[in-house]
Structures are given as structure tokens and as C-alpha cells.
């Protein structure tokens, strides 16, 4: 059981750092502030959700797994708000980064 | 070589690049974001101090960390008292700066 | 080499690459943003120092609260040296508008007659805007002192650390020896509380004072008036929506913080700051405005925390243990008690602190109460 929890957290936690890695190739290499941002949300909320995902059977408690859960759904609500703040701004700037 | 050296050493290239940017930066805010850079890097050192006088099943010496979190909140309050001071020379002048206009062509 | 410290070494890396980024990025607003990315990962650093009480601080307040400050600030100094080209349906303004479209005054319209130094001239301000700015720099001879001197500074440092490399002298165990009797189990909330007590206290008067040092930069046209250039309209429906969801899951956290700053890492300055962030995010969504800074009441709960700190201070004078001395038997719920008062002046006072002077003039009602 140990054995099997630490197998999915060592997959699901890399699959995690690879989106993002990609996020982050995509935020350096995009041309434009839209596609850049597309890069980072659509990486960063999947990557940041699976490395929650892999760390939940490392929790000791159930109390430190709601506590996980609770930083990936607020950053997703913080992200996703964020995100459309900046899009609206460059929208408004005339797409200029 | 142990985390809390490298960390020492890291705090120490802290404090000369806050205090060559404070130093070297001409505009206002660029000193204002070295001089925090300076405190950070002041601040690293009491934590390396701190975390070397682990004892008592500490991590680290309890005391330097809570003058840490004092400073920490101290440098802030600085900080914003310093951004008002720019932001009214800015608003007084117009420039961000605090050298002299060159001659008082504005009245 | 162990994997861990290659890590660290990773760590260190990105946050002198970012402290370099801050010091050289060509635009003031770019700078401040990788502050803010800096004492995040600074954060971390000081997690990997055993020190989350720290961590949490700097990420709140060292990280947060002051990048507030500082983009605000850089917004305003690149708004108004580089207007946005395009704006949909608005012409490039011109200067008097430039000073308006911020808020400020339009020369000749300013009736309390503070206004000593009028602006100079747009093309004259533009060459020293961050960003523009090239001929400020001093010279080379003069940056290569500066260059010796801080690396001087940097090598004695580096050489502290490395010749001192063995346990430091160490307070924890005089520390930890009494907490039971506080009925504490986090040692820094012991010695932020209760054994130096009294810098605590300082700090909330430094607080204070800075407070009244940015109150004091107010116009003399707007004294008692609220902050920010003019009211902020209702947003768009994301920001009031994250307005609104956000906050009573905010205040849920910081109580959370607040309490268990008693056994684990947090307390009363973590708790306040994410109070802040609420109270700033409602302000900046438009769905509160600002308090006048006039306002008495205002004035009274920026003043309780300080005030009740040091009445539970001086009553350790009436009762036999001394200044700022707890009582053992009542000892916990007093420091909790402190503490909820103190986060809740923290929170007060950070948020006003990043608000900034009074820039609009008070409505008239106002200036009675």
C-alpha cells in the first residue's frame, strides 16, 4: 500500500513537473502575450492539479489532504481570475505585450 | 558544504547587489526596490544564524526569527513610507527624480 | 553532493538571477514585478531554513503587501510617462489631461495653494522616467567604486559565514524552557508575544508612525478625504466575483493562522497580512471604497491594537509580575486575546499603508464625523 501510494506520487508529481516545463517553454517562446498566457494557465492549473493529486497519498492526515485540496482550488480561482484581468488589459492595450 | 552555508553565501551576494543597486540606480524606485533587496539579504543571514543555533528540537534559533518577522514588517512599512515620498515629489514635480530640474523653465 | 543541496543550489540560483533581474530589468514596473517573483521563491528559501513562521511573513508581507505598494507606484510613474497608444475611442493625451486622467490636479484649479513647483514639461520628465533613462547613470569610473565596495562588502560576508561555520550560540533552549507555562508550543509566537513583547509593541508604534508619515504627504486641497485618484467603479464581473467568493474564505484562513501561530507556524502578522489582501481586493474591485482618512473612528481602531497591547502591558503592574508580564494561570487566552486584537489592527494598518495618502477631498458629511 506505501509501496503503491509512492509510485503514483512519483508518476503523477512528474507528469505534474512536465506540463510545467511546457508552460514554461511555451511562456518563453510564444509570440504573443495571448498565446503566452494561454501556455501558462492551460499548464500551470493542470501541472499544479496533478503534483496535488501525487502528494495527496504522502498526506498524513485526512485534515493535510482537504488542506492540499484547498491550495489547488484556490490558486485555480485566483489563476482563473487573474488570467482574465490580464487578457482584458491587453485587450484594451490593443494587443500590444 | 551545508544548506545553511550556501544560504549564507547567497545572503552575502544579496547584500552587495542591494547595495551596489542603491548606490549605482539613479531613479528613486530602483533604490527603493535595492534597498529591500539589501534587507533581504540581511534578513537571509539571521536566518542562517538562526537555523546554526538549532537546539531544543528546534529547527532554529526561535529568537533572530521572530526579530525576522518584525524586521520583515518594519522594512515594509519603510517602504511604503518611501513610495509616498516619491509619489508626492512626482506629483509635486512631475519627475520621477530627485535631482533638480535644470533650470526653473516651469515658473 | 546530496540531491537535497542541489536543489538548494537551484534555489539559490534563481533567487540571485532575480535579485540581478531587479537591479538591471530596463523598466521600473519590470523590476517590481521580479521583486515580487524574488520573495516569493525567498519564501521558499526560508522554509528550507526551518523557519515557516519567516516564510509565511515574507511571502505575506515581504512579497505581497510591499510588491502592492511598489506596482501601484510603478503603474502610476509609467502611466504617466508612457499613456497606452490605443486606447478604443481616446486620443494620446496631452499634458494637462495627463495629469488629470491620474487624478492630480489640473494646473490652476488647485485652491489650497500647495502646489509650489508646477510640472515641467512632458518631454522634459520623459528622459528621466525608469526605462528612459540613460543619461542619470553615474559614471564609469564612479560605478566601478560602487562595484569594489559592494563586493568588498559581499567577500567579508561570505567570509563571516564560511569561518563561522560551526552551532551558533543559540537562545532555543531558554526559549522552549518556559512555553508550557505560556501554554505555547510555537517558540517564535512565544518570543514575538511574550518574551520580547515589547519589540512587538514597538513595531506596532513603527507601524504607526509610518502611517502617519504617508497620511501626513495628503494635500492640504484633500486632508481627511479618502485614497486613491477618484472612486473605482464596479470592475468586470471576474475581479467582483473573485471579490466576492474570496473574502469569507480569506477570514476562515487568517483565524485559522491566527490560532494555530499558538503550536505551529503563523500568527498574528500572517493573519493580519491575508486580512489585508482581502480587505485590498475588495477595494480594488470596487465594491467598498476606501475610509476618509479623516474619519474618528478610522483613527480610534488604527490606535486600538497599540492601546490594547499596552494596557495588558501596564496591567502587569497592578498585578504583581511587571511590565508586559501574563499572569501564568491566565496566560494563553490572555496572549489570544492580544493577538486577535493585534491581527486585526495589523490587518488595519498594513491595508491603509498600502492605500496610501488621501487624494480625493472629503465629502462634506464627512468632515463632521
Known sequence: MMLLGDIATGLLVSAGVVFFLAGTVGLLRFPDSMTRLHALTKADSLGLGLVVLGLLPQAASVLEALKLVAVWLLTQLAGATVTQLVARAIWRGGGRS | ?107 | MSLALLADGALVLLVLGLAFWVNAAASGFAAVVGYVAFGLLLALAWMRLAAGDVALTEAAVGSGATGAVLVAAAMRLRAAADPPPSWPGVSRPSTPNRRSADGRDTPGHDGGGDDLAPPAPYSDSHRDVPGHDEGGKPGLSLRLAALVLSGLVTAGLAGLVLWTAGPAPSLAEAATRHLPGLGMGNAVTGVLIAYRALDTLLEKVVLLLALGGVWSLTRDRVWGGRPFPRAIPAGNGALILLARLLPPIGIVVAVYVLWVGATDPGGAFQGGAILTAMWILVMLAGLRDAPPIGSRRLRLAVAAGPAAFLAVGLAGFVLPTGFLSYPESIAKPLIIAVEAVLTLSIALILGLLVAGPAERPPDPAERLR
Open chain 2, 1 to 107: 558544504m551545508t544548506p545553511a552555508t550556501l544560504y549564507g553565501l547567497c545572503s552575502a551576494v544579496l547584500v552587495g547587489a542591494g547595495l551596489y543597486g542603491m548606490l549605482v540606480n539613479p531613479q528613486p524606485l530602483r533604490k527603493i526596490l535595492s534597498l529591500n533587496l539589501l534587507g533581504s539579504g540581511t534578513f537571509l543571514l539571521f536566518g542562517v544564524i538562526a537555523r546554526r543555533g538549532a537546539a531544543a528540537g528546534l529547527g532554529g534559533d526561535p529568537v533572530p526569527q521572530a526579530m525576522v518577522i518584525t524586521g520583515i514588517v518594519v522594512a515594509f512599512s519603510a517602504t511604503a513610507l518611501a513610495v509616498a515620498l516619491l509619489l508626492r515629489v512626482f506629483q509635486e514635480t512631475g519627475r520621477p527624480t530627485l535631482d533638480q530640474p535644470a533650470p526653473k523653465d516651469g515658473g
